[in-house]
């Protein structure tokens, strides 16, 4: 028998932060664990999203340094065994997308199977 599994991961992205308001933001939040990548003179940066996370920070940043809404999302990371299913989205996601007025993106890796003797489950982690 094939084991079946979906991992999800809900996290949120800047996608064109200068290293200034990379600096502020995580003074802003020193507890978050931060992935940055360059993408031109700007950074992308993302952080896992859980439900204790600090959400007046982050809309206080958001507010105070003037983002465009079109440069952050609410990134939801779907890795799964079958190529169907669905993700319901707890109510602190919906908050976040509620409160930052953010945009949503999926991603989605389907890791099929051929038969029960491989186990290709990937280890968990970011696809961001």
Request: aromatic share 12%; glycine share 8%.
């Given at each position: 028998m094939i084991e079946s599994f979906q991992d999800v991961t809900f996290g949120f992205r800047f996608t064109s932060l200068s290293n200034a308001k990379v600096s502020e933001f995580k003074?802003?939040?020193?507890?978050v664990n931060f992935t940055s990548r360059t993408r031109g003179a700007d950074l992308v940066v993302?952080?896992?999203?859980?439900?204790?996370?600090?959400?007046?920070?982050?809309?206080?940043?958001?507010?105070?340094?003037?983002?465009?809404?079109?440069?952050?999302?609410?990134?939801?990371?779907?890795?799964?065994?079958?190529?169907?299913?669905?993700?319901?989205?707890?109510?602190?996601i919906l908050n976040v997308i509620r409160e930052t007025s953010s945009g949503v993106?999926?991603?989605?890796?389907?890791?099929?199977?051929?038969?029960?003797q491989s186990s290709n489950k990937p280890e968990q982690g970011k696809t961001r």
């Open positions: 003074a802003l939040l020193p507890s993302s952080f896992d999203l859980t439900e204790n996370f600090d959400m007046e920070s982050l809309c206080k940043f958001i507010k105070q340094s003037g983002i465009a809404r079109d440069t952050y999302t609410v990134w939801i990371s779907i890795v799964a065994s079958g190529d169907q299913g669905g993700v319901a989205l707890p109510g602190y993106a999926f991603s989605f890796v389907s890791c099929l199977q051929e038969n029960s």
